[in-house]
């Protein structure tokens, strides 16, 4: 039993060390392999799962010409703005694309001169968001003409409207209406194309979008999800960027949305018709998504409209499902999601309580504690009784040395006996592993806590904690007080507890909390100010137990 408890704490460790990037990033929900078969359309007996082939060829206009240029325009092409509440949009007549979009109410950075973030940071060579082609006619280049030179809110209906018009060489008129809202970051966006040639056109609509990451990439990216995603029938899938490797993929079925997501931020389209194929690709980390229609043809003065939804803004729970369309399943906690939502909830309520996050965290615990306090309660007494047999088992190994089968007959008798569960002291431990994971996921990955301070040198909840003494600590910068309290309290619980062990493995196991204080340095503080609560409760807990009556001993 003393090896099963050194070696399941050693393993633990070495878990939480070694293989976390797993348990924190969560698995790809599908992993989707990419098919050298041509994009066909689905039979309707067969169901309608997302599957993956290879891009569809490229689909032509009846023009000869490999691409359909605009008509020539000389004039430079202008930008309009488009600020609200929540964002500032810039739009090019070039393309019709968005060129900027600034979150009024997040900074890159904790400072107060920080610049807000921009959910574009692609350029003209790499691709700006949201632009469109049909068939052959790409209007990446084409110069569009804005109906207005600026953009006014309407009082009674808090939104605002942008239209643009475009014609390319062989007579398809492009018509892009953009409608904005004052207080949210839903965008609806509508493209109509009016055959005014004289021939019958073929081709497919599509809107395409381009991104890079929201902000500079850091050591800790590498743990946490960016890059391509999707909610459809399937549900929530995730596209590591590594999964592009051997080219682009190309899903078929009904889906609810699909976007580009980073820890905090997305920029999202949401189509009116469902069923659609998406194209995805990945260059390093350029990541490019292209919504395709099915082709049709288009006689003369015909034309056809395709609307689209956008959210381009946070990942915020709260937020996402008030507008729907499934989008607060972008919120995705990994392995122990289940848990991890209501725990989100739960600290949200608490803010609202006390406008701190910190102070939410502290009550979150408390809460934590209160639930496992009896299950760890029985756990701690059973360590306790545990202690107590050690003579008794200690003769009991001696005895029967050389009949190892007869010895654990007489040692399960002996804990029968005196009721003792020889697993009791692990189980707790056991148990608040997912809770540990769920926190965790939370803690880093709720933009709630981005940026989120508590008190003192803690401003940034999110982020590793550090008191900075006027000069550089290698490799920390500053000095993790809340991590050194949170290593401090973690020994001290170790040395109160009851324990079986041998000296030699009570020695191994006293490392644990320089283990854990090691691995906790880069953690975010919010983490650590949680294991730090729960250490100190779980001192409290040992203590009431050790000071309870001690029974008389147990007779030889």
Same mark, same amino acid.
């Given at each position: ?131 469109? !082609? ?80 929201? !902000?500079?990439?850091?050591?800790? !990216? ?54 659609? !194929? ?279």
């Amino acid at each position: 039993m003393d090896m099963y408890r050194a070696f399941l704490a050693i393993l633990i460790s070495f878990v939480i060390l070694l293989g976390y990037q797993y348990f924190f990033i969560g698995p790809t929900q599908q992993q989707v392999e990419p098919e050298q078969t041509a994009v066909q359309p689905q039979p309707e007996q067969q169901p309608a799962q997302p599957q993956v082939t290879a891009p569809p060829p490229q689909i032509q206009s009846q023009s000869a010409t490999p691409a359909v240029p605009a008509v020539v325009d000389q004039r430079p092409a202008q930008e309009i703005k488009i600020d609200n509440e929540l964002y500032t949009a810039t739009i090019s007549e070039k393309g019709g694309v968005i060129t900027s979009f600034l979150l009024k109410d997040f900074r890159q950075e904790k400072a107060e001169d920080s610049p807000a973030v921009n959910l574009v940071q692609t350029d003209q060579t790499q691709g700006y968001p949201l632009s469109f !082609s049909w068939g052959s006619v790409v209007d990446r280049n084409m110069l569009y003409t804005f109906d207005r030179t600026d953009i006014e809110f309407d009082s009674a209906t808090n939104k605002a409207t942008l239209t643009m018009r475009a014609a390319s060489a062989n007579g398809l008129e492009v018509i892009r209406t953009y409608h904005f809202h004052q207080t949210n970051y839903l965008i609806e966006h509508q493209t109509t194309v009016v055959n005014k040639s004289g021939q019958v056109l073929q081709g497919g609509a599509a809107l395409h979008q381009s991104n890079l990451p929201f !902000s500079e990439l850091t050591k800790a !990216s590498n743990w946490l999800f960016r890059g391509p995603s999707m909610y459809g029938e399937a549900g929530h899938q995730q596209f590591k960027l590594k999964e592009f490797e051997d080219g682009p993929q190309t899903l078929q079925g009904a889906f609810d949305w699909v976007a580009y997501e980073g820890t905090y931020f997305m920029t999202g389209i949401i189509p009116t018709e469902t069923s659609q !194929s998406i194209t995805m690709d990945a260059d390093d980390e350029l990541v490019t998504i292209d919504l395709l229609a099915e082709l049709e043809t288009l006689a003369p003065g015909a034309s056809n409209s395709y609307d689209y939804k956008l959210f381009y803004g946070p990942k915020k729970l709260t937020l996402l499902n008030e507008i729907g369309f499934n989008l607060g399943k972008i919120v995705y906690f990994g392995w122990f999601d289940v848990i991890a939502k209501p725990m989100l909830y739960l600290l949200n309520w608490f803010y609202s309580v006390a406008h701190n996050y910190g102070v939410a965290i502290i009550l979150v615990t408390i809460i934590l504690k209160a639930i496992f306090w009896p299950i760890t309660q029985k756990g701690l007494k059973s360590m306790k009784n545990m202690q107590k047999l050690q003579p008794k088992v200690v003769k009991l190994k001696e005895k029967y040395k050389d009949d190892p089968t007869k010895m654990n007959a007489e040692m399960m008798n002996l804990y029968k006996t005196y009721k003792v569960n020889p697993l009791g002291g692990c189980l707790p431990m056991i148990l608040q592993i997912p809770v540990f994971f769920s926190l965790y996921k939370v803690l880093l990955q709720s933009i709630e806590l981005r940026h989120a301070p508590f008190m003192l040198w803690i401003n940034d909840l999110s982020a590793p904690d550090r008191l900075y003494l006027g000069f550089d600590i290698p490799y920390l910068g500053g000095l993790p007080v809340l991590t050194l309290l949170m290593g401090a309290s973690m020994f001290l619980q170790q040395k109160m507890t009851p324990t079986t062990a041998d000296p030699t493995q009570a020695k191994i196991m006293m490392f644990l909390p320089l283990i854990f204080t090691v691995m906790f340095v880069n953690f975010a503080s919010g983490l650590v100010l949680y294991w730090f609560i729960n250490n100190l409760l779980s001192i409290l807990q040992q203590y009431l137990i050790n000071r309870q009556k001690k029974p008389a001993p147990v007779a030889s």
